[in-house]
């Protein structure tokens, strides 16, 4: 009986002394440092960042989003995970009203589009506003804070622009006698 009584009496005591310490422990608000690869969003205080695992079995990284605040705080965003097509990067309109995310599945890109603030609130669940799946992608002519996307096609692979549908010519400032096969599309620009 008094082995009992002393077996509960020191329960008891270390109960109460980690309680007591818990209690008076305070949560740590100092800004930490990630390994994030961040960018910085023209007309927005936060950053886009992101954090990439390098998977050992293939192209099968997973991909963590953050929202970096001008005082080092990360908010979580979203994730994308398990999956064959490898993360590409992304990029900003001029001014940052539009956002798009770049994917690739066996060198094939595709390009999901968003509105910035609403990957910046909601992440991975933001709606997407266009994708731009086109196997022949070439690269983006321009895209603007308006919503207007042109991409060209490759014209290596394509004889005339004239026998694809949605397709026109442009002559490329850069390149005055090349002809490039362009593409364009308007994102959703009725939401703010």
């Not at 209690?23 to 960042?49: F, M, V, W, Y």
């Not at 799946?133 to 308006?146: M, N």
Request: aromatic letters at 14%.
């Amino acid at each position: 009986m008094m082995i009992r009584n002393l077996t509960l009496c020191i329960s008891l005591a270390l109960f109460l002394n980690i309680f007591i310490f818990s209690a008076q422990a305070k949560r740590d608000e100092t800004p930490k440092s990630l390994p994030l690869e961040c960018h910085e969003i023209t007309g927005n205080i936060n950053k886009l960042c992101f954090i990439q695992t390098q998977s050992s079995y293939g192209p099968y990284d997973d991909i963590v989003f953050y929202r970096v605040d001008p005082r080092g705080y990360a908010t979580f965003l979203g994730s994308e995970s398990g999956s064959v097509a490898t993360f590409g990067g992304f990029e900003f309109s001029d001014k940052g009203i539009y956002m798009w995310l770049s994917w690739a599945e066996e060198g094939h890109p595709h390009f999901e589009f968003y509105r910035t603030r609403d990957f910046l609130e909601n992440g991975t669940q933001a709606k997407i506003l266009q994708i731009i799946g086109d196997y022949y992608f070439d690269g983006f002519v321009s895209f603007s804070d308006s919503g207007k996307v042109v991409y060209s096609i490759d014209n290596q692979l394509t004889e005339n622009c004239a026998n694809i549908p949605d397709v026109t010519s442009y002559i490329s400032p850069h390149k005055p006698f090349e002809k490039l096969c362009t593409k364009t599309i308007l994102l959703n620009s009725n939401s703010k």
